[in-house]
């Protein structure tokens, strides 16, 4: 399992650790770092190793694996090591170790589902090269795209003056986006992928929650909770960078699956399953 310490990572080896048919073997940069010794006292079960995706270190990660979990980090890119070259590195090292099955996490082109509108996601035309080049592989292979986090909109929370809590998202309130509880329903949708592999060998599918606007999960915020809650829209020229801004212009204007959700039978969060377990009552307040 490939970035084990965070939110896909990790959610997929918290699906798979707790099920004994499954040797999990995690891969890391520092088997050291506090998050790392942290889940390795929680699933004494795992296995640890230590790898780096520009040395041969990520060969003898995947050595011996039957099935591996691919994905890789948009911050963690740069100008000498973008996405795609990252996730070819993966994809070489599970082809010469002759892995079984690879599940690698990837996303859709901007530049196609707009129709070559969107030409600056620079993130998903990366993760979707990945995509490419792993179909060009003998390894059998599903890949999974992730929606929208839940997640992310607590994260947007801020008190305003009149003790009215504030989530804020970028573009239009009322329209519903693909959404996901990535903490827990993209674990359980993977290991449902890896269980089922002959079923899902080549498929393409969107790890997705349910459709929902942001005016909809803040309403369940305050059904769960009781606190007044309002959904703000945000300025994308407000943005973080300019790859996230495009980000947020296309995912305003476009379903970024265009409706070809692959159905996957398990049980998926709704806004109120996510507020009821993450338990969430606002930012601290000044």
């Not at 690879?102 to 998903?124: K, M, N, R, W, Y």
């Not at 947007?156 to 989530?167: P, Q």
């Not at 020229?237 to 996957?264: H, T, W």
Request: hydrophobic share 40%.
């Amino acid at each position: 399992v490939f970035g084990a310490t965070g939110h896909q990572g990790g959610s997929v080896l918290r699906a798979l650790a707790t099920d004994s048919l499954y040797h999990v073997r995690a891969v890391t940069r520092s088997t050291t770092s506090e998050k790392v010794l942290e889940l390795a006292l929680k699933y004494p079960q795992v296995e640890w190793v230590e790898a780096n995706v520009d040395d041969s270190s990520i060969d003898k990660a995947v050595t011996g694996a039957h099935v591996v979990f691919g994905m890789t980090q948009y911050f963690a890119a740069s100008a000498n090591r973008s996405e795609a070259k990252q996730g070819q590195r993966i994809i070489d090292a599970c082809v010469s170790a002759r892995v079984e099955f690879v599940v690698f996490s990837t996303l859709p082109s901007a530049l196609q589902v707009s129709h070559g509108e969107c030409t600056s996601v620079t993130h998903f035309e990366d993760k979707h090269k990945i995509q490419q080049y792993l179909a060009q592989q003998s390894v059998k292979w599903a890949i999974v795209q992730s929606a929208v986090y839940f997640q992310n909109v607590a994260a947007s929370a801020r008190w305003d003056d009149n003790g009215k809590l504030a989530f804020g998202f970028f573009g239009d309130t009322l329209r519903k986006l693909p959404y996901i509880d990535v903490n827990h329903d993209f674990g359980t949708i993977v290991k449902h992928i890896i269980d089922n592999r002959a079923k899902y060998t080549h498929a393409v599918v969107p790890a997705v929650s349910g459709y929902y606007s942001p005016q909809e999960i803040v309403e369940a915020f305050t059904r769960v909770t009781k606190i007044r809650a309002s959904a703000v829209g945000v300025p994308f020229e407000f943005a973080p960078d300019a790859n996230l801004r495009s980000m947020f212009e296309f995912l305003d204007k476009y379903d970024m699956f265009e409706g070809n959700l692959v159905k996957v039978p398990v049980e998926v969060a709704t806004p109120e399953m996510y507020w009821e377990q993450c338990r969430f009552h606002g930012p601290p307040k000044k």
